[in-house]
């Protein structure tokens, strides 16, 4: 299978004061195209950062990021954001709707941002997306109309609308009961079954059944890698 990612050496420090905190060690990681990858570890052990990292979020301090063949290490803010905006979908934890909107005007701020001109293709996008979570016809609700677990499967919609290449999942159950927990990585394994790249991080033990690729992390170190 072909790297959809490969990063080489990558570190992230943060300043407090006049200390220095190493939060990423010199990580090198790979992604399949087509694969499920679970990043797993305890609070604090760097998973959302290096997450934030691979979706171009945050910058590292050091290393190289090569993305679907294009090295991404050098990119401006403007091409970060443009990047992101085609190639990436976000999920997480907290659903980060917008409550004076609408559903359907929440899924199409992405096709806005990436400069689709044509209101019918971006209502096209926002139904085929929606249709994609089973809530199509909650196109003009608003998300304080809907549970905990409609609003997750609304960020998916979201996360999905401009047909990323993969899909970056920080912690997407850890505001959720754990039966709509499972009910929306159940959607996430369906969306990778169908080809699409998933990185999730967690502490949930119960999701690392769904990798195709389990990485352990602690202390901004990959400890262990499984092949699933």
Request: hydrophobic share 35%; aromatic share 8%.
């Amino acid at each position: 299978m072909t790297d959809l990612i490969r990063v080489e050496g990558v570190t992230k420090n943060y300043s407090l004061g006049k200390e220095k905190f190493e939060v990423l060690k010199g990580l090198d990681f790979r992604v399949e195209k087509g694969s499920f990858v679970v990043i797993m570890g305890k609070s604090g052990s760097g998973k959302t950062t290096f997450l934030n990292l691979l979706g171009l979020l945050d910058k590292f301090d050091g290393g190289k990021y090569i993305y679907n063949g294009t090295d991404v290490t050098g990119m401006s803010d403007n091409q970060r954001s443009d990047f992101r905006n085609k190639n990436l979908g976000f999920i997480f934890q907290q659903f980060h709707l917008i409550e004076s909107l609408n559903i359907g005007q929440n899924i199409e701020l992405p096709l806005l941002y990436s400069g689709v001109s044509d209101k019918n293709k971006r209502v096209k996008a926002v139904k085929e997306a929606l249709s994609k979570v089973g809530l199509l016809e909650k196109i003009r609700n608003f998300p304080n109309q809907l549970s905990g677990g409609q609003q997750q499967r609304i960020s998916i919609a979201r996360a999905l609308v401009n047909n990323p290449d993969i899909i970056l999942a920080d912690e997407p159950t850890g505001a959720l009961d754990s039966k709509t927990g499972y009910e929306i990585v159940e959607l996430l394994a369906d969306l990778n079954r169908q080809g699409k790249t998933v990185i999730m991080v967690t502490h949930d033990e119960d999701l690392k059944r769904y990798a195709s690729h389990l990485v352990f992390l602690k202390d901004g170190v990959f400890i262990r890698e499984e092949e699933m």
